[in-house]
């Protein structure tokens, strides 16, 4: 039986952001920043159990069964589709340049590339950019709201969560409309990006006593850093583009982000490398 994704629709992430609203704006607060921590520590760990029944195994099997060249590929392909959307909102934000620079980059790819399979937009020195809604809102001095864990799509802030619909309506597999082949590469986008962590999980584990705690203070500390462009002074000084770049990613995405820890990997352009995570201080 073909799993369906329906409930990826752009109603369905309508009603999980508008819910995610309403239980933000209603909840007592325990901690500073977080005031749903008991709702959203059930969820994480709602999560972290899905990962580990069904994630996981399907990311390990993938790892042993697709060669490394072509999950570099498949990395590229998916990263491929989120340059439009990318380049969009770049250009939402007065970033013409860096929004030209996506556009071109998905040009390049799209045709020389074979479909985004080769990435030959960075060979010829075309950065890869990481933008999406939620990044455009807090551009334009939209308010990040409390922290919340969805399910299914990890770590957000309330601004995060309302803009998931349109980030994953305009950056995934989700606009083709030939539903087998939809609900093949959403597939294997949530295995591919799964697979990028494998290995990352222990590293984790050891960096913190609150692992739950630990996800949420990086997630909003990058989350900032992002929607600042850099400007905002980062608490965690030792982590890299490639580990602060996939939190959040909103696009970040088909139900990739099942478990919280799952957004400490790059879905847009994910290479097959692990990623990277701070050291706790």
């Known amino acids: 039986m073909q799993v369906q994704f ?3 629709r752009h109603r369905g992430l309508a009603a999980i952001a508008l819910a995610a609203a309403m239980l933000a704006g209603c909840a007592t607060t325990a901690t500073p920043g977080d005031p749903l921590e008991g709702y959203n520590r059930a969820m994480f760990a709602f999560n972290e159990q899905v990962d580990k029944v069904a994630l996981e195994p399907a990311a390990r099997a993938y790892a042993s069964v697709v060669p490394v060249p072509l999950r ?44 985004g399979v080769l990435d030959i937009a960075s060979e010829a020195g075309l950065a890869k950019h990481d933008e999406d809604l939620g990044q455009t809102l807090g551009h334009w001095g939209v308010g990040e709201g409390a922290y919340i864990v969805l399910p299914f799509f990890g770590p957000r802030t309330v601004r995060d969560a309302l803009a998931l619909p349109a980030d994953i309506e305009g950056d995934s597999p989700l606009r083709i409309g030939h539903v087998p082949t939809r609900n093949t590469l959403t597939g294997v986008r949530i295995v591919h990006t799964r697979h990028t962590l494998l290995g990352a999980e222990r590293t984790l584990e050891e960096a913190t006593l609150d692992k739950y705690a630990y996800v949420r203070d990086f997630y909003l500390e990058q989350r900032r850093y992002k929607v600042s462009d850099g400007k905002r002074e980062r608490v965690y000084e030792d982590f890299d583009d490639l580990s602060a770049s996939p939190l959040g990613d909103g696009i970040d995405v088909a139900a990739v982000a099942a478990v919280a820890s799952l957004e400490l990997a790059r879905l847009r352009g994910a290479r097959s490398r692990p990623a990277a995570l701070p050291h706790n201080r």
Do not use: H, Y
């Not at 990395?75 to 929004?99: H, M, R, T, Y």
């Not at 030209?100 to 590339?113: C, P, Q, Y």
């Open 6 to 8: 329906r409930f990826l």
């Open 72 to 115: 570099t590929g498949i990395g590229n392909f998916f990263g491929n589709l989120a340059d439009p959307w990318i380049g969009l909102n770049n250009l939402l934000q007065g970033k013409v340049a860096e929004s030209l620079g996506d556009f071109m980059r998905f040009a390049f790819n799209s045709t020389w590339g074979v479909l």
